[in-house]
C-alpha cells in the first residue's frame, strides 16, 4: 500500500471529471461549458499536488447549483501535519458577511461563490503551478474571514 508521503505530483477525488489527466485540456470543458446536471452527477472534488518537499497543495472545487463554485486552496505541511494557509477565492467582497447553507450543511460566504468561468481560471492555474494560489483571482485567508458560531 501506498502511504502518503510516498505520493507525488497531481491526485484527485473526482470520480469522472478529468480522467485523461491533469492537463488543463482535460478539465476546461467542466467549467466553460459548464452543465449543472453534469456537476450534480459527480458531486464536490478536490484537485491536489504532493511536492517534493512533502507538502500537499489542495483546491477544493464546491459545486453550488446554477451559481458556480466555492473554491478552497490550501497547503498542508505532511511532515508535521498542520494547515501552513488555506485561502477562499472571493467573486464580491461586499458579501463576505453574508453565508449561505451550499453543501451538507457547511455554509459559505456569499462572496466567496465564483462562477464557473472564474473557477475556470482557478483550476487551470492550479493545473500549471500548483504550488501558488491563482494571482488572477482575489483570495481571502480563512481566519480574515467572520465565520458564524456553530
Not at 502511504?3 to 471529471?17: I, L, R
Not at 453550488?64 to 472571493?90: E, I, M
Request: proline share 5%; aromatic share 16%.
Amino acid at each position: 500500500m501506498v502511504g502518503v508521503s510516498d505520493m507525488k505530483g497531481f491526485h484527485s477525488t473526482f470520480n469522472f471529471f478529468g480522467k485523461g489527466g491533469f492537463a488543463p485540456k482535460d478539465w476546461e470543458r467542466y467549467f466553460l461549458r459548464y452543465d449543472q446536471s453534469e456537476w450534480l452527477s459527480e458531486g464536490d472534488g478536490i484537485l491536489q499536488f504532493f511536492s517534493d518537499d512533502n507538502k500537499r497543495f489542495s483546491l477544493t472545487i464546491i459545486h453550488v447549483p446554477k451559481r458556480g463554485f466555492v473554491l478552497q486552496f490550501d497547503c498542508r505541511s505532511l511532515d508535521v501535519q498542520r494547515t501552513l494557509f488555506c485561502n477562499y477565492a472571493v467573486a464580491d467582497r461586499k458579501v463576505m458577511s453574508h453565508f449561505e447553507e451550499v453543501d451538507d450543511g457547511l455554509a459559505y460566504p456569499t462572496g466567496c461563490i465564483v462562477s464557473p468561468s472564474t473557477a475556470w481560471v482557478a483550476v487551470k492555474d492550479f493545473l500549471k503551478n500548483p504550488t501558488q494560489p491563482s494571482s488572477n483571482i482575489d483570495w481571502v485567508a480563512d481566519e480574515d474571514i467572520s465565520w458564524p458560531e456553530p
